[in-house]
């Protein structure tokens, strides 16, 4: 991931991933999870979260910007 993609998520993905509100449901899934991995699987799971967090960021970024061309 490039510099910039980081920063990105630390300051601007990653923040409104944890905004979105969760219902009891993705509360106790979410606890579940936490509860069963150890440290060394809870870092996997970040790394791979992160990963496709920025994935679906670029996506979202090249899509917005073929549309808005696919509208002029």
């Known amino acids: ?9 630390d300051h601007y993905i ?8 969760q219902d009891d449901a993705d509360e106790l899934h979410f606890a579940i999870l936490e509860s069963a991995l ?6 996997d799971l970040e790394y791979v979260c992160r990963f496709y967090a920025v994935q679906g ?6 899509f917005g910007l073929a549309l ?3 509208l002029k």
Do not use: C, S
């Not at 990653?14 to 509100?21: D, G, L, S, V």
């Not at 150890?38 to 870092?43: G, R, T």
């Open 14 to 21: 990653h923040p409104q991933i944890e905004n979105q509100p």
């Open 57 to 62: 960021f670029r996506a979202g970024v090249k």
């Open 68 to 70: 808005g061309k696919d």
């Open 1 to 9: 991931m490039t510099d910039l993609m980081g920063w990105l998520y």
């Open 38 to 43: 150890m440290e060394a699987e809870k870092q």
